[in-house]
């Protein structure tokens, strides 16, 4: 008598496992090419944001606000601004309180965003990998009706906090 071997016949199905080799393959390409825009620019009636036809996304940074009513840093209050008279011209715009600067520093904001650049420099020291470490990189949303000066001394007072890379934030437009 002949003994019948007994052997795993293929039908020509699928294969499970092979099946579960692409789609962890794919999910993996998936998550590593997956981007997500941390930027959030709230609404407001208080800032419109300036229209480009920029094309870089933004990079997760240290995102300080300045509003035609006050300065934010990373969705924390710092001062408000107020209503004053250029000297030059006479019209009135906003503007930081003489009582909140020294000459073109902004004592609150200053203290704020040294704060924030220790943290960061700790951290990427902590860490030891490079993408944690602090590049001094400032995110800036401005409103478009502000006065130069006053983007002028929120820039000069980052600078002396340690943040001398600016981004300005836009609204994508066509051109």
Known sequence: ???SSRRNSSD???????MMDMMTIILV???????TEDISVAPSDDLQIPISSAQKAPKLAVNVVVSRKDVT???EWVLDLEQGVDEETGDTEMMV???DKRGQLISKLYDVLLEKAEAAKDLGQRTGNADFEF???VLLQCDRRLPFSVIREVMFTAG???FGNFRFVVIKGSG
């Not at 390409?29 to 981007?35: I, P, R």
């Open 135 to 137: 590049k001094g990189e």
């Open 1 to 3: 008598m002949k003994k």
């Open 97 to 99: 309180p003489a009582d």
């Open 160 to 162: 002396q906090a340690q």
């Open 73 to 75: 840093v990373d969705g």
């Open 29 to 35: 390409f998936l998550l590593k090419n997956y981007a």
């Open 12 to 18: 020509g199905g699928l294969n499970i496992t092979s």
